[in-house]
């Protein structure tokens, strides 16, 4: 049965919803979050404040908005780029995973800097904001989970004594069926991903690092073996 179309007002709402976000991104280009203002995205976009309010409330609601979007967005983009090496062992996974997230924040560095930067004063991000941060996260641990239940896992290392108790209490939230000594590896390489993009995004690397991609690929191959992956077929 085919789905309903959208009535003109809803159709309405959308293009609107989408316009305010557009205007709401350039901002964020040009002045950082903490500077966005529903008073001046709706001075952009020609509209009265009031009516922009019946959109978001307030702009701790449009911020909300924005980083759900830029979640889902390299979200998607690491699920594609996951599916496309689905066939690959399980090294060549994971760099698909942290290549297409590197390509997007390049793409998108302003987007980047909103959900991966310095938080914004005053804003608290509410609940409904986690399962799109999770995309990410959620790919790596199944292609370490993947290895662990098939071909199996190099074995890592056993934990210092004083970070056992965590490593246990994190393996219980984010991966029971795996070692809390991978889930630990698993919960710093998922950092220094996110890091290395940093560094390269924010102009750390400036005058460090100037051959980046290579760079970048090395990097993540060494993160993938610092959790247990090995070499498989690519």
Do not use: C
């Not at 919803?17 to 976009?45: C, F, M, P």
């Amino acid at each position: 049965m085919s789905s309903t179309p959208l009535g003109a007002r809803a159709r309405a709402r959308m293009e609107v919803t989408a316009a305010i976000k557009d205007e709401a991104r350039r901002q964020l280009a040009a002045e950082g979050a903490a500077k966005l203002s529903l008073r001046a995205v709706a001075r952009e976009l020609g509209m009265v404040s009031s009516a922009l309010y019946r959109y978001f409330p307030s702009r701790d609601d449009l911020l909300t908005a924005l980083i759900i979007d830029a979640y889902d967005a390299v979200g998607a983009r690491a699920e594609a780029a996951h599916a496309k090496a689905a066939d690959a062992g399980p090294v060549r996974r994971w760099t698909a995973v942290a290549q297409a997230v590197r390509e997007w924040a390049l793409r998108h560095p302003h987007e980047y800097a909103l959900i991966y930067g310095s938080p914004v004063p005053g804003y608290t991000a509410p609940d409904t904001t986690v399962p799109p941060a999770s995309r990410v996260g959620l790919l790596l641990i199944g292609i370490v989970r993947d290895a662990h239940h098939g071909k199996g896992l190099t074995e890592l290392p056993p934990l210092p004594d004083e970070l056992a108790p965590e490593a246990d209490r994190m393996a219980a939230d984010l991966a029971p069926d795996l070692p809390p000594a991978t889930v630990a590896a698993l919960v710093a390489a998922w950092a220094q991903l996110f890091g290395l993009v940093g560094f390269e995004l924010f102009g750390q690397f400036n005058r460090v690092v100037e051959d980046r991609e290579p760079f970048f690929r090395h990097a993540v191959v060494r993160l993938a073996h610092g959790v247990g992956l090995v070499d498989g077929e690519r």
